[in-house]
Nanobody, 124 residues
Framework: QVQLAEFGGGLVQAGGSLRLSCVAS????????MGWYRQSPGKQRELVAR???????NYADSVKGRFTISRDNAKKTVYMKMTSLKPEDTAVYYC??????????????????WGQGTQVTVSS
């Protein structure tokens, strides 16, 4: 079983900054891509930023230049630094990971794992 635990959400004024963290735990052999998605009321969940195992990144156009995703493979952790926050960034932010897990008694498989979500609220 693999779990993702998110940290760092909260309330911030427009123009402020927050840093989200997401730690993976469980029977993990390796982690491929990790990313952050968000969902606000009445809207579909959308990709915010994603990073591969080797550090290649991609961002939603709406956050380019303001958000930075990074990861520490040894710590099985992905981060997202969010700056110049806007009220429209308000949403529940979800961590996602493509994880290669160990199967007993032998073998591996890939699973897509989601965190519980952390609320980010940006006041105007």
């Amino acid at each position: 079983q693999v779990q993702l635990a998110e940290f760092g959400g909260g309330l911030v004024q427009a123009g402020g900054s927050l840093r989200l963290s997401c730690v993976a735990s469980g029977s993990i052999f390796s982690i491929n891509a990790m990313g952050w998605y968000r969902q606000s009321p009445g809207k579909q969940r959308e990709l915010v930023a994603r990073i591969t195992h080797h550090g290649d990144t991609n961002y939603a156009d709406s956050v380019k230049g303001r958000f930075t995703i990074s990861r520490d493979n040894a710590k099985k952790t992905v981060y997202m630094k969010m700056t110049s926050l806007k009220p429209e960034d308000t949403a529940v932010y979800y961590c996602n990971a493509d994880v290669r897990v160990v199967l007993a008694p032998a073998g591996y498989t890939n699973v897509d794992v989601w965190g519980q979500g952390t609320q980010v609220t940006v006041s105007s």
